[in-house]
């Protein structure tokens, strides 16, 4: 079993930037994928972005150029940087783990952007 700890999040003004972390409990394979997905009120929880242990990245067309996901694999740790946020980002911020088919989540991190 894995647990992941998300922190980061928070309130900032539109344009302002956050940067969230998701620490994994243990090592993580290196087949692993990892990421980030968001939920707001009353929408369908979505992709913003994945990585690979290779460093393979993939984003969600609304943050493309905004947000940057990275990963320590000596530290299992994910890590998103947010720039230039919107209102419309705001949501709560879920790491995501995917393993030998398997999903794990983190508790979330609310990010509020204030206009």
């Known amino acids: 079993q894995v647990q992941l700890v998300e922190s980061g999040g928070g309130l900032v003004q539109a344009g302002g930037s956050l940067r969230l972390s998701c620490a994994a409990s243990?090592?993580?394979?290196?087949?692993?994928?990892m990421g980030w997905f968001r939920q707001a009120p009353g929408k369908r929880r979505e992709l913003v972005a994945t990585?690979?242990?290779?460093?393979?990245?993939n984003y969600e067309d609304s943050v493309k150029g905004r947000f940057t996901i990275s990963r320590d694999n000596a530290k299992n740790t994910v890590y998103l940087q947010m720039n230039s946020l919107k209102p419309e980002d705001t949501a709560v911020y879920y790491c995501?783990?995917?393993?030998?088919?398997?999903?794990?989540w983190g508790q979330g991190t609310q990010v509020t952007v204030s206009s």
């Open positions: 995501n783990l995917y393993l030998l088919g398997k999903d794990y």
């Open positions: 990585i690979t242990s290779s460093g393979s990245t």
């Open positions: 243990r090592s993580i394979p290196s087949i692993s994928r």
